[in-house]
Every structure is written in structure tokens, then in C-alpha cells.
T-cell receptor
């Protein structure tokens, strides 16, 4: 029973390139969340998606960042024209239900993005 | 906006000593969750507290939710080297019906053998 799978685990991009981060949720989970963690800091909510829908993207920068969760396949977090400040660990989490009560989030191993 | 703060930011203890981290929210929370993140790892869910004044125990870990549901604490008795990591509390944002947790700033625990 696989947990949340993220790939790649490590990603190095030059400034101006695109970064694509993938997340396959726990089997049967249709709710996906992306968080960003800067070194030595906590996790910052970015976006919450259900299948084919963005529910809440209030934590995602308006420019260069986008997320999707297609009907088939993993959720994708896309960062265009990366800058050094995008270097961080990006974690994906999934849950069975959307409500906040008695809902445990399962986190993936994260993708550590380094922009050089 | 809603903020969740934790103190202390760092804590070094000798193995066998106790450890406590405190979590304070700027708003009343419907529930609070605790996660542990090992160095270089990912957050792992520990527990969720829902009721005012609730106390839950997991072996050497004791979790408490304040009466006003704005603060929480995690206490570890007789720390071991396996307890090393960063402990985060997380509370749901004010928007009902959606899952959006605000994570605390974390307390990084180092246990000296």
C-alpha cells in the first residue's frame, strides 16, 4: 500500500528554466495539497486540489506557479522561469476527505528544488 | 491573518531529560494536529486533538489542547535520541469545509547522548 509518491526527490534547475514536480496521492485519496518549506522554516500552504479542480490556491504566487490534478495521472506543480528564491522543499500531501475534522494528511517525501 | 507560533524555536536536551514545546494560535481552532519531521525527512502525522482541554498520550508523548482551543503543548518524557527532529503543530484555517492547515514555526529538538 504505497503512500504519497513524489518525484523527483531532488531537482536542480538553472535560473529561467521550468520545474515540474509530480505527486501521486495515496490510492483512493482525491484531495491533494502542496506545501513549500524553506530551509529552517515551517511549511507554507500553497494550493489545495481535488480531481480536476483547484479548490484553494491562496498560498500560491500569482505568477510563474501553477498546479493541476488531472482525472488521470499525478498532480503536477509547475514553476516557470525559476529564480533562486524558489529553492525549497516542496511537499505534497493527500487525504481521504476534505473536511478538517478527523482527517489525517499523509505527506510525500518531498522534492528538493535547487535553483543555480 | 491567522498565525500559529511555537516556542521554543530550538531545544537541546540531554538524553533522559524531558522536553516540552508550546503552540499558540491567534485564533480559536476547531482542532489541532501535531507532526514530526526528522532531519532531511518529511512531516509525519502524530495526533489530532479536537476537544477543549483534551489530553492524549502516546507512550512517552503527552499532547494537550487548551481550554480556549487556542494553544496546545507536546511533552516528551525521558527523551531518547530517536526523538530528534522538528515538531510542528498545525491548525485549520478559518475557512470551513476546506482543508488548509496553517503550520506552526516548529520546535527543533536535539537530544545529546
Amino acid at each position: 500500500n504505497a503512500g504519497v509518491m513524489q518525484n523527483p526527490r531532488h531537482l536542480v534547475r538553472r535560473r529561467g528554466q521550468e520545474a515540474r514536480l509530480r505527486c501521486s496521492p495515496v490510492k483512493g485519496h482525491s484531495h491533494v495539497y502542496w506545501y513549500r518549506q524553506l530551509p529552517e522554516e515551517g511549511l507554507k500552504f500553497m494550493v489545495y486540489l481535488q480531481k480536476e479542480n483547484i479548490i484553494d490556491e491562496s498560498g500560491m504566487p500569482k505568477e510563474r506557479f501553477s498546479a493541476e490534478f488531472p482525472k488521470e495521472g499525478p498532480s503536477i506543480l509547475r514553476i516557470q522561469q525559476v529564480v533562486r528564491g524558489d529553492s525549497a522543499a516542496y511537499f505534497c500531501a493527500s487525504s481521504l476527505r476534505s473536511t478538517t475534522m478527523n482527517t489525517e494528511a499523509f505527506f510525500g517525501q518531498g522534492t528538493r528544488l535547487t535553483v543555480v | 491573518g491567522q498565525q500559529v507560533m511555537q516556542i521554543p524555536q530550538y531545544q537541546h536536551v540531554q538524553e533522559g531529560e524531558d522536553f516540552t514545546t508550546y503552540c499558540n494560535s491567534s485564533t480559536t481552532l476547531s482542532n489541532i494536529q501535531w507532526y514530526k519531521q526528522r532531519p532531511g525527512g518529511h512531516p509525519v502525522f502524530l495526533i489530532q486533538l479536537v476537544k477543549s482541554g483534551e489530553v492524549k498520550k502516546q507512550k512517552r508523548l503527552t499532547f494537550q489542547f487548551g481550554e480556549a482551543k487556542k494553544n496546545s503543548s507536546l511533552h516528551i518524557t525521558a527523551t531518547q535520541t530517536t526523538d530528534v527532529g522538528t515538531y510542528f503543530c498545525a491548525g485549520p484555517s478559518g475557512t470551513s469545509g476546506t482543508y488548509k492547515y496553517i503550520f506552526g514555526t516548529g520546535t527543533r529538538l536535539k537530544v545529546l547522548a
